[in-house]
């Protein structure tokens, strides 16, 4: 059984199979949505970089002990490739795993994956509950409050950030477009 490059089909039915939780699924959906809107920015494989996005989390509902090891598993079962393999399991660096995230397409899954949840929060809310009209600045600001979203864990989004050599407001404003292509799907429109 050699090498299978996987759809955007495939992935999304690894997901659901994986996770039966909506929020988890949309979660997915946002990350894809950050990583694909990043991928088009440094002219890399948007599809790659948004298959990714969509599993980084494919263990997470049954195995969260086992957070990005059990992912790692399933997708060499099926023959993904390394490249995609390792990219999950690099978001949980040094909390699940000690595979440090180092090509960009890591380091930008790493950095948004948590940001997008702090995002998506923000925009909740606003009076209009939109993230049409969300704005960095607004992000920032909830931000300093520690008391908001308080599961989102800032300092990874630091790191994060600091690895790609990007300003905060920066990534956060990126993150923003990339997530506004699904604004409907997210009931955020």
Known sequence: MG???PTREDALSLLKEYNKTTN???HGLA????????AKKYGESEDMWGIVGL???LDYEQYPEEHCTMSRKIL?????PEEYVRAVASHGWGIFTDIEPQSTMEKILYAVDELSGLIIAAAMVRPSK???????SSVKKKWKDKSFAA???RTIIEKGASMLGMELTELIRESII???TIAGELGLA
């Open 3 to 5: 090498m299978h490059i």
């Open 24 to 26: 988890l699924v949309k």
């Open 31 to 38: 990350v894809e949505a950050v990583m694909r809107h990043f």
């Open 55 to 57: 599993v980084h989390d």
């Open 76 to 80: 060499l079962e099926r023959n993904w």
């Open 130 to 136: 939109s993230l049409m009209d969300l704005e960095a």
């Open 151 to 153: 599961g989102v864990d």
């Open 178 to 180: 990339g997530l506004r």
